[in-house]
């Protein structure tokens, strides 16, 4: 069965630094891999998808994503943060689940402070 | 705005009583997700139902049941309710499977006293 981790529970950043959120998963074949963003009160927000092709995915709000097969990684970047984008941040593996089905597995999450 | 709309926000209930969550997915989306958030477990697929028919079945408890109308929107049944029922519960919609974008609603926020 599929699995995310994120390592991280809590990362604490300058405002105007850079940022990387790790994500790592475990799946047999090539999994479809999505980063969401949830603040306070919100529901999730897609920031970013990988499906194939490249393997650095840009998304929305100035993020990206690398995918790294050899390393079962799949790292959330951004080169310098704002204060908005302090929020909760959801890796999520997407992999076969019987026929054509597909099931969405969450990361516990990784919580984004932002200090002025 | 995802499109996505959960009724009602809140709702507080006392152990063993049922209640039904609402979710109207976004126009012209044929799938339907349920999730559970919560601060032990984390966010939780329940399950997924596409046009009608259940699609995909997560950590979805017995106690708990789900439905897709033929207008596609979907209600979560929740019965025999435990303290450890109390969380978030999302709903999501797609155009189609997983490799489709899923957008989330606001949540509604289940309470059990």
């Known amino acids: 069965a599929q699995s995310v981790t994120q390592p991280d529970i809590h990362i604490t950043v300058s405002e105007g630094a850079s940022l990387e959120l790790r994500c790592n998963y475990s799946?047999?074949?090539?999994?479809?891999l999505f980063w969401y963003v949830q603040s306070p009160g919100q529901g999730l927000q897609l920031l970013l998808k990988?499906?194939?092709?490249?393997?650095l995915v840009q998304g929305i709000k100035g993020f990206e994503a690398e995918f790294k097969r050899s390393q079962s990684s799949f790292n959330l970047r951004k080169p310098s943060v704002h204060w908005s984008d302090a929020a909760e941040y959801f890796c999520?593996?997407?992999?076969?689940?019987?026929?054509?089905?597909?099931?969405?597995?969450f990361g516990k999450g990784t919580l984004l402070t932002v200090n002025p | 705005d995802s499109g996505v709309t959960q009724t009602p926000k809140h709702l507080i209930t006392a152990t063993g009583q049922r209640v039904t969550l609402r979710c109207s997915p976004r126009?012209?989306?044929?799938?339907v997700y349920w999730y559970q958030q919560s601060l032990d477990q984390g966010l939780q697929f329940l399950i997924q139902?596409?046009?009608?028919?259940?699609?995909a079945k997560g950590n979805i408890l017995e106690r708990f049941s789900a439905q897709q109308f033929p207008d596609l929107h979907s209600e979560l049944n929740l019965s025999s309710l435990e303290l450890g029922d109390s969380a978030l519960y999302f709903c999501?919609?797609?155009?189609?499977?997983?490799?489709?974008?899923?957008?989330f609603g606001q949540g509604t926020r289940l309470t059990v006293v």
């Open positions: 139902y596409y046009n009608g028919e259940e699609r």
């Open positions: 990988y499906f194939s092709g490249d393997t």
């Open positions: 799946y047999g074949a090539t999994p479809y």
């Open positions: 999501a919609s797609s155009s189609g499977g997983w490799n489709t974008e899923a957008f």
């Open positions: 126009s012209g989306d044929l799938s």
């Open positions: 999520a593996v997407g992999a076969k689940s019987g026929g054509s089905n597909y099931k969405l597995t």
